[in-house]
């Protein structure tokens, strides 16, 4: 793809002002407030950042994850709260920290995992979101404690490989966006006022991960050859 500023391409840039003006139009059509407007604009600036093997991702991912968790608390998503307080903001600082140990000429060094290390994921991912969705579903106020589960699971275990700097998270963001999208589409159909917004938000993150897959695994040639 042509770079036309800095090393940034023509779909990189078009994506974004896409996404961004939609989020204007979301704000102003739906009303919703300022701190989901941020949110969806540092969540945008993440994922981008990220794709491209960006350290600044992790200055935009730290206010997503405090403003993320404050949305999910009023909409009752009690495992998105825990995951992000709990565990993002930490690996936010682990993982600026790793990256940037393996920063070569300004370029991230990517990665790829053996067949071994791709099936003890998906085992992980499958017997944590069984434990965590029946956990979950003994709270009384907890909404879709399955599907809540579920992108609870993917989130930490991508977040993993992504601090480890392995291709492979992007197939899991994939799976991961897709669920979390269903869970917005429910809590919109069940009132929430932040909902569309989420949606949008969450389609984006999943075109992004697309492009994080294809951008991670030229990476991972480039590393190679």
């Not at 936010?92 to 994921?121: I, P």
């Not at 499958?126 to 609870?152: E, F, H, K, R, V």
């Amino acid at each position: 793809m042509k770079r036309i500023a800095g090393n940034w391409n023509g779909f990189e840039i078009v994506w974004l002002v896409i996404f961004t003006l939609i989020a204007i139009c979301f704000t102003i059509i739906s009303k919703d407030s300022f701190l989901g407007f941020t949110v969806f604009i540092t969540g945008v600036l993440c994922v981008v950042l990220t794709a491209k093997g960006k350290l600044m991702s992790y200055a935009f991912g730290m206010y997503n994850t405090f403003g993320y968790a404050y949305l999910a608390y009023i909409n009752g998503l009690f495992g998105e709260v825990m995951l992000n307080l709990l565990f993002f903001v930490p690996m936010n600082v682990v993982g600026f920290y790793m990256w940037k140990k393996n920063m070569q000429s300004g370029k991230l060094s990517m990665r790829q995992m053996e067949a071994k290390g791709m099936l003890l994921t998906m085992a992980v991912c499958i017997s944590g979101a069984l434990l965590l969705g029946y956990s979950l579903s003994l709270i009384p106020a907890q909404n879709s404690p399955y599907i809540d589960a579920i992108t609870t699971v993917l989130s930490v275990v991508a977040t993993i490989l992504m601090v480890r700097r392995f291709k492979e998270q992007w197939l899991v963001y994939i799976v991961l966006n897709l669920f979390t999208v269903l869970l917005w589409v429910i809590r919109t159909v069940e009132g929430s006022g932040e909902g569309l917004l989420m949606i949008v938000m969450w389609s984006a993150y999943l075109v992004n991960a697309v492009y994080g897959y294809y951008n991670w695994n030229k990476g991972v040639k480039e590393a190679l050859a």
